[in-house]
C-alpha cells in the first residue's frame, strides 16, 4: 500500500486548493488525516469529496492564533492517537502595499499566518513524533518565494521564503 497508509497527518489549511488536494492523496494512500480549515462548510465539503470515511477528520483552526493551532495538533492526537506527518499548507495574506506604505498589522498577519503558524505546529507535533522516535514535517511554500517579483506583497514573499 502507500507510504502513508495508517499514519495521522495533519494537513494546515486542507480544506482547499493544493491542502485539498494533499487530503486527498493522503486518504487514497491509506492515511488517517486530519483536515483543518477556517471554515466548517469547507472542511465538510473536503471530508465529503474524500469519501475516507472514519480515516478523515476536520478540525477548525485559524493557524494565526497560537492556541487554535495548539489545539488542532492536540485534538488530532486526541482523535487519532498520535501524530506521525505534519503537513504546514495554509497561508496567505491581506493589506497588500508597497513596502514604505505597508502597515504593522498586514506584515504581522502575514507572518502568523505563513511562518509562526507552522513554527507553532511544528513545535506541537514534535513533541508526539519525538517520543514516538518517527515523524515527518512538510512546510509548503511558493514559488513567489524564488520569483519576487510582484509589487504589494514582500510581506507574503518574507514569509514564504523564509518556509
Known amino acids: 500500500m502507500g507510504r502513508v ?21 493522503i486518504a487514497a494512500e491509506g492515511g488517517k488525516v ?3 480549515g477556517r471554515s ?3 472542511g465538510q465539503r473536503a471530508l465529503d469529496e474524500m469519501k475516507a470515511g472514519d480515516r478523515a477528520h476536520f478540525m477548525a483552526c485559524d493557524v494565526r492564533d497560537r492556541a487554535s493551532v495548539q489545539a488542532l495538533v492536540d485534538g488530532a492526537a486526541d482523535h487519532f492517537g498520535t501524530v506521525d ?9 491581506d493589506g497588500f502595499a508597497l513596502v514604505h506604505e505597508m502597515t504593522d498589522e498586514a506584515w504581522d498577519n502575514a507572518m502568523d499566518w ?5 513554527f507553532w505546529a511544528t513545535r506541537a507535533a514534535l513533541r508526539h513524533m ?3 522516535q518517527w515523524g515527518r514535517v ?4 511558493s514559488v ?4 519576487a517579483n510582484k509589487a504589494m506583497v514582500s510581506h507574503y514573499i518574507t514569509a514564504k521564503h523564509a518556509m
Do not use: F, P, W
Open 5 to 25: 497508509q495508517d499514519r495521522v497527518v495533519i494537513v494546515t489549511g486542507g480544506a482547499g486548493g493544493i491542502g485539498a488536494a494533499a487530503c486527498r492523496a
Open 114 to 118: 505563513i511562518l509562526n503558524s507552522a
Open 144 to 147: 513567489e518565494s524564488k520569483q
Open 34 to 36: 486530519v483536515v483543518s
Open 138 to 141: 512538510i512546510h509548503i511554500s
Open 40 to 42: 466548517a462548510d469547507k
Open 85 to 93: 506527518i505534519l503537513v504546514n499548507n495554509a497561508g496567505g495574506s
Open 130 to 132: 519525538v517520543d514516538q
